[in-house]
Nanobody, 120 residues
Framework: VQVMESGGGLVQPGGSLRLSCATS????????MKWFRQAPGKEREEVAT???????GYEEPVKGRFTISRDRTKNVAYLQMNSLKPEDTAVYYC???????????????WGQGTQVTVSS
C-alpha cells in the first residue's frame, strides 16, 4: 500500500484547507485512519481518527473546527480544517492501520507529510 498526502499550504488565520490522504496498491476494507501533526520543536500529536465503520474522534484543540471523512469506494481520507489558527501550523501526517483481507496481519502505512502554515 502506498500513501500520498496533498492539500497543505499557506493560509491566513480564520481560513480553511482540506488535506487528502490517498492509498494505492492492494485493496482493503478494515482499517483505522488517523491524522497527526508535528509542529517545530514539538512531538507529533494525534489530531483525528476515522474507522472503516465510520466512527470518528477528535482531539480537543481541533474539535468543532476540523472534520475527518473518507471515500469508502476509493480508500481516500480527508481532513477539512476550518477556522485555522497560527497554532495549527505544523506538518500533517496521515497513517493507515490496515487489517489484511485474509485477516492475518495488521500493517501501518504513513504518508510523507504535508506542510500547513497559518499566518497573516
Amino acid at each position: 500500500v502506498q500513501v500520498m498526502e496533498s492539500g497543505g499550504g499557506l493560509v491566513q488565520p480564520g481560513g480553511s484547507l482540506r488535506l487528502s490522504c490517498a492509498t494505492s496498491g492492494i485493496p482493503f476494507q478494515t482499517y483505522v485512519m488517523k491524522w497527526f501533526r508535528q509542529a517545530p520543536g514539538k512531538e507529533r500529536e494525534e489530531v483525528a481518527t476515522i474507522t472503516s465503520n465510520g466512527n470518528t474522534g477528535y482531539e480537543e484543540p481541533v474539535k468543532g473546527r476540523f472534520t475527518i471523512s473518507r471515500d469508502r469506494t476509493k480508500n481516500v481520507a480527508y481532513l477539512q480544517m476550518n477556522s485555522l489558527k497560527p497554532e495549527d501550523t505544523a506538518v500533517y501526517y496521515c497513517k493507515w492501520t490496515i487489517l489484511s483481507e485474509d485477516k492475518t496481519t495488521v500493517n501501518e502505512y504513513w504518508g510523507q507529510g504535508t506542510q500547513v502554515t497559518v499566518s497573516s
